[in-house]
């Protein structure tokens, strides 16, 4: 994902002013900041740890009960989401992430498991995915880092490039009453009006909820959980 940083540089002002570079360093310092904490800290230590994504199982299950269906989990980070998913027979999956030390942690807790999951390490504004490739696309706390809205507009244009016609997204971000921050980096919080705005009119909502996340420091953030569908046909 690419994220602002506070405070830049007179390097960074100079670069900002030749946009294909500074994109270049922005998206070498979230990659670096990402490492940090997937090297650093265990899965059970950040904020957004949940020992089971019970609601985005049972909406996955739901729209996509064929254990051959097509998913991508984006920023899946160290999510058990993966696990969760083989034990229940799906056989179609990849997970993206811009850490290498995520996925590599990931993997070695599924084992033997982890050789039928295509795992692709890097930015999901930048990363090359197959049009009309996925039947459901999952994201968890990777849109409301997206503070700029060129970067929103590249994620959203992504999904309807990548999601087959019909397919769906679960999308969860903070809620407008959500934390304003996340890991040292701002964030964008929404509603469900806010984040229909952003994806665009191709994406049809087909229901939004609200859920009380507990952190493993015992604190609560609120958090805004949006299914979509992809029209079959583009507007």
């Known amino acids: 994902m690419r994220v602002q940083f ?18 270049e360093l922005m998206s070498i310092d ?9 090297a650093t800290k265990a899965a059970e230590a950040v904020s957004w740890y949940r020992p089971h994504l ?10 996509a009960p064929e254990r051959s ?21 799906y056989q179609n999956l990849t997970v993206l992430d811009v850490s290498k030390a995520a ?3 990931v993997k070695e807790k599924l084992g033997p498991a982890a050789s039928s999951v295509r795992w692709m390490e890097g930015d999901i504004l930048e990363a090359d995915l197959e049009h009309n490739s996925y039947d459901v696309w999952h994201d968890r706390a990777v849109f409301h880092f997206l503070t700029e809205k060129r970067d929103r507009v590249i994620y959203s244009r992504k999904i309807m490039s990548c999601l087959k016609p019909g397919g769906h997204a ?12 996340c890991s040292g980096l701002h964030v964008s919080r929404y509603d ?8 665009g009119p ?22 805004l959980y949006a299914l979509y569908q992809r029209e079959a046909k583009i507007k």
């Open 30 to 38: 979230s990659k670096r900041h990402w490492e940090t904490i997937h």
């Open 192 to 199: 469900a009006n806010l984040l229909e705005e952003e994806l």
């Open 103 to 105: 996925i590599a942690k």
């Open 69 to 89: 269906a097509s998913i991508i989990d984006v920023g899946g980070g160290q999510s058990s989401l993966t696990g969760d998913l083989l034990a229940r027979g």
């Open 54 to 63: 019970d609601l985005a199982l049972s909406l996955i299950e739901k729209i």
């Open 6 to 23: 506070p405070s830049p540089t007179p390097k960074c002002l100079f670069l900002a002013r030749h946009s294909s570079l500074a994109d």
């Open 202 to 223: 191709n994406l049809s909502r087909v229901e939004s909820f609200y859920d009380l996340h507990r952190t493993p420091a015992g604190g609560t953030q609120n958090f």
């Open 170 to 181: 679960v999308i969860s971000t903070f809620a407008l009453d959500g934390p304003s921050q």
